[in-house]
């Protein structure tokens, strides 16, 4: 079983749509969890940060937290063209400075 | 401010030669990242420095592969007699964090290594 999980995609929604990304991860004991966004040839970029169950927004990205089922996943509000890309899920592993990243889910946002 | 920079932003090496990859992170960040990017994977931790201390590589992958940051600033990753399987983009991150509860971590452009 891998650590972190993703679905790989295409992730299809149309312009204005919500979008919505989802992660596993495996440790229980994980405390830190992180959204990326890497467009195709760049790197990752960081969108958020979550460390508490429950829901975070940062203007159109909200994050949510439920570490009793092991899951974090990404809300994309008024989904764009240009959020099409492959979003990684990170996690931290307890006890360690290791980030385990997901493979990545590609998003694509139809005009 | 400036970004994390990387160099070169593109290597072909013959196998068996050596290579070394450069990270210059942001000005201030204590913490600094090493990954290991294949094609259609998320990125894999290789090892952790905070300032020049490396606390953590126990994802390099094998002993040609090391990492230094001996001025807790600027970080080379090398990786001695280089093999088709080391092809690979590698990217740096750094982060203002030293500890919990996480490590914003803001990578640098990656360095695409191809191995002939």
């Known amino acids: 079983q891998k650590e972190v999980e993703q679905n790989s995609g295409p992730l299809s929604v149309p312009e204005g749509a919500i979008a919505s990304l989802n992660c596993t991860y495996s440790d229980r004991g994980s405390q830190s969890f992180f959204w990326y966004r890497q467009y195709s040839g760049k790197s990752p970029e960081l969108i958020m940060s979550i460390y508490s169950n429950g829901d975070k927004e940062d203007g159109r990205f909200t994050a949510q937290l439920n570490k009793a089922s092991q899951y974090v996943s990404l809300l994309i509000r008024d989904s764009q063209p240009s959020d099409s890309a492959t979003y990684l899920c990170a996690v931290n592993y307890s006890g360690t400075y290791k980030y385990i990243f997901g493979t990545g889910t590609r998003l694509k946002v139809l005009a | 401010g400036a970004g994390v920079s990387q160099s070169p932003r593109y290597k072909v090496a013959k196998r068996g030669q050596d290579v070394a990859l450069r990270c210059d992170p942001i000005s201030g960040h204590v913490s600094l990242f090493w990954y290991q990017q294949a094609l259609g994977q998320g990125p894999e931790f290789l090892t952790y420095?905070?300032?020049?201390?490396?606390?953590?590589k126990s994802g390099l992958p094998s002993d040609r592969f090391f990492a230094e940051r001996p001025e807790g600033s600027v970080s080379t990753l090398k990786i001695q007699r280089t093999q088709q399987e080391d092809s690979a983009v590698y990217l740096c991150?750094?982060?203002?964090?030293?500890?919990?509860?996480?490590?914003?971590?803001?990578f640098g452009p990656g360095t695409r290594l191809t191995v002939t």
């Open positions: 991150a750094s982060s203002l964090a030293t500890a919990w509860p996480g490590y914003e971590q803001y």
């Open positions: 420095f905070q300032n020049e201390a490396q606390l953590d």
